[in-house]
Every structure is written in C-alpha cells, then in structure tokens.
Nanobody, 120 residues
Framework: QVRLVESGGGLVQAGGSLRLSCAAS????????MGWYRQAPGNERELVAYITTGGSTSYVDSVKGRFTISRDNAKNEVYLQMNSLKPEDTAVYYC??????????????WGQGTQVTVSS
C-alpha cells in the first residue's frame, strides 16, 4: 500500500519560515513528478510547486522567490521550504506524486494534508 505522509506544518508569524516534508512509502517502483498543492477555505485546490524526477521546478506566481521545492529521490521524499510567509499562504498543504507501485499501474497519490497558518 503506497502512502504519502506530510509533516512540518504549523503556526508561524508573517515573515517567518516553515519546511514541509512528504515521504512516500510502500512498494514503489518509481516516482515521476512530485508536487505541493494547497487549499484555503472557500478556495479551490491549487498547485503551488512542482518538481520533475530530473529536478526541474515550477511555481505558482504568488510564491516565486519565497518557496523552494526539492526532492531526495533515494529517500522518496519531497520538501517545500517556505520563507517570507504571508497570511494569504494560510491553507492546508497537500503532497502529490505520480507513482508506479509494485504491483499495479502508475497512479496519482495524495497525502492527508498538513495545516499551515500564518498570523499577521
């Protein structure tokens, strides 16, 4: 059973930093793209940052220059370093990954989410 488990959320003041981690576990053959999404109350879930197997990254405009996504392919982990946090970054953050399990077909997996709250 493949699982994604996030950690690192919490409460921080505006201007502060948090680092989110997401670990994929289970019988995994390979992982393609990995990403972080977020969903604030009343809003749709949005893609915040994405990283390919080779390390190419992309970000939503609102976090460019403040957030950095990275991954450790050997550990099957992805990270999101969030600096200069703003109240509008408050949301539940979800890890997402495109995983080929053993046995099975390639699927898109989601973590359970971790709350990030930025106070003004």
């Amino acid at each position: 059973q493949v699982r994604l488990v996030e950690s690192g959320g919490g409460l921080v003041q505006a201007g502060g930093s948090l680092r989110l981690s997401c670990a994929a576990s289970g019988s995994i053959v390979s992982i393609n793209g990995m990403g972080w999404y977020r969903q604030a109350p009343g809003n749709e879930r949005e893609l915040v940052a994405y990283i390919t197997t080779g390390g190419s990254t992309s970000y939503v405009d609102s976090v460019k220059g403040r957030f950095t996504i990275s991954r450790d392919n050997a550990k099957n982990e992805v990270y999101l370093q969030m600096n200069s946090l703003k109240p509008e970054d408050t949301a539940v953050y979800y890890c997402n990954a495109d995983i080929l399990p053993l046995p099975g077909n390639r699927e898109n997996y989601w973590g359970q989410g971790t709350q990030v709250t930025v106070s003004s």
